[in-house]
């Protein structure tokens, strides 16, 4: 950063999550990410600058050997003017939303990471004068625990994340739970992929956002959050997928234009080569476990229909989501099965707490840290060492449950012959495209006594309530089919819609 040229006016708020807050530059294909911090939660300038750096080492040295390096931008920390900081911080205070402004900005330290905007292509560093479109994906873990270690029965049936949406539903945080289910967008089954994304168009929560040239268009911050609007969404997407057509408007054209993201984004997700060596891991982490959520509401339609779930056509090797998947099945035991490991690992800290560093727990992440993550035993030899292998593989795995994935497009001009960029078609274009992975930061040791206590929240909130509603549902349902027992002794192959699963 140019420290004479640094003027606040020339950056607008970009969004933030929990633990920071992201501004872009108006021309420039640029952002710079700030740490947050409570107010009364002081760290010291050489904290910040090492926590940002180990950010950044993470990504360079772990995320992109897993996910390939054309996905994955590391950024570089910088040191910025405290006025600078200070005036910026002023200025975006009032687009910050209140569920957010319970941490600070850090305006003390005058560090912060720069990187590329990812709602731009990420070939050029100026913005294009060409119309950009980019939409982001929280996808979430797309698996379901196969461990022995899994004392739950319910775990082995449904996701973690349709379990969590009741709890948030209960909880407040959301309104109405999504009908999105990971397994169906990690399905590599194109009907089931497009049910998922069109799901996250319907209850976008915090999974789901789209940018036009850089600004939101399309989101949900919270529960306060307008429902989403499909037709307004329409109007802007429409120029993209139908740039010189007379359709009109109304929901024809609303759903029209909604089937032409869906399927771009799914050919998007479905394309790529990009060489990581995530493929390491696959020998290990084949698929285990079901493959179909029993939450999903893309299968239970199909239950109810006496039709089996499509499981999966299988993610293409090169694809970042089959990539993600396979660091996110790092988490080889689950947290019932892990917790007992970071006990074991605890009661070592609190013996030889000078080993902490040794031990590699808050850095550095280079490349001896990547290698001990490629051992993937589960036999417990009763060491210290293959405890932290499991906790800081379990660390990692957490990471790529809740990375976020950036799909840039930007409709080819009439003469692309020199353009070197992927394409992807639509019914009526065609799209230059970038794919790319953000929220990439290595989940905190110390949060997993958190994990440990949620998971068994999420449990058994969605077991009490759920499986009770569920019970009374089909216990009516078997006194109402009693009168149908004459209806079934006439039929030597009853109708299908008398059975229900």
């Known amino acids: 950063m140019e420290e004479g040229k640094m003027d606040e006016n020339e950056w607008g708020y970009h969004g933030e999550g929990n633990k920071s807050l992201v501004v872009a530059h108006a021309q420039r294909c640029v952002v710079l990410r700030f740490l947050k911090f409570p107010p009364n939660r002081k760290k010291t300038s050489e904290e910040i600058f090492q926590h940002l750096q180990n950010i950044v080492d993470f990504g360079k040295n772990v995320m992109k050997e897993f996910l390939g390096e054309n996905y994955v931008h590391c950024g570089e920390v910088v040191q910025l003017p405290l006025e600078f900081v200070k005036q910026l911080c002023l200025k975006i205070q009032s687009e910050r939303p209140e569920s957010r402004c319970d941490k600070d900005l850090d305006t003390l330290s005058g560090y912060a990471m720069c990187l590329p905007n990812l709602t731009r292509l990420q070939t050029y560093r100026f913005a294009e004068h060409r119309p950009i479109l980019c939409v982001e994906i929280k996808p979430k873990c797309g698996f379901i625990p196969f461990s022995s270690d899994v004392t739950h029965e319910m775990k082995h049936k449904v996701c973690r994340y349709c379990m969590h949406q009741h ?154 989501l089959y990539k993600t998947l396979q660091v996110q099945m790092l988490d080889l035991l689950d947290i019932e099965g892990l917790y007992p490991l970071y006990n074991r690992v605890e009661r070592y800290l609190e013996e030889f707490p000078e080993e902490r560093k040794t031990l590699q727990i808050d850095g550095p992440y280079d490349e001896a840290f990547y290698q001990k993550l490629l051992d993937l035993s589960t036999e417990d030899d009763g060491t210290v060492a293959f405890a932290l292998t499991k906790v800081q593989q379990y660390r990692v795995a ?27 078609p639509s019914s009526r274009s065609r799209f230059a495209f970038s794919v790319s992975v953000l929220d990439l930061d290595l989940k905190p040791y110390e949060s997993i006594p958190h994990q440990y206590k949620l998971d068994g929240k999420i449990v058994n909130y969605y077991s009490k309530t759920v499986r009770a509603k569920d019970n009374a549902v089909m216990s009516t349902r078997f006194k109402e089919s009693e009168d149908c027992t004459l209806v079934l002794h006439k039929h030597l192959h009853p109708p299908r819609s008398l059975f229900w699963n």
């Open 167 to 320: 709890l948030k539903v209960a909880t407040g945080k959301w309104k109405q739970i999504s009908k999105y289910c990971p397994l169906d967008l990690y399905s590599g089954n194109k009907q089931r992929m497009h049910f998922a994304l069109k799901s996250l168009l319907q209850e976008a929560q915090n999974n789901l956002k789209i940018f036009k040239n850089g600004e939101l268009i399309y989101g949900c911050k919270d529960a306060r959050s307008p429902v989403a609007d499909w037709s307004e969404l329409a109007h802007h997407l429409k120029p993209f997928f139908f740039p010189s057509n007379g359709l009109a408007s109304g929901p024809h054209c609303t759903r029209a234009v909604i089937r032409e993201l869906v399927h771009v984004i799914t050919r998007v997700l479905l394309s790529g080569s990009d060489k990581g060596r995530a493929g390491t891991l696959s020998p290990g982490l084949g698929p285990q476990g079901p493959r179909v959520c029993e939450a999903s509401p893309f299968s239970r339609s199909l239950r109810c229909q006496g039709k089996n779930t499509p499981e999966r056509s299988g993610l293409p090797k090169g694809c970042l």
């Open 398 to 424: 957490m990471t790529a449950k809740d990375c976020s994935i950036m799909i840039a497009l930007s409709p080819c001009l009439q003469d692309a012959s020199s353009d070197q960029r992927p394409v992807v």
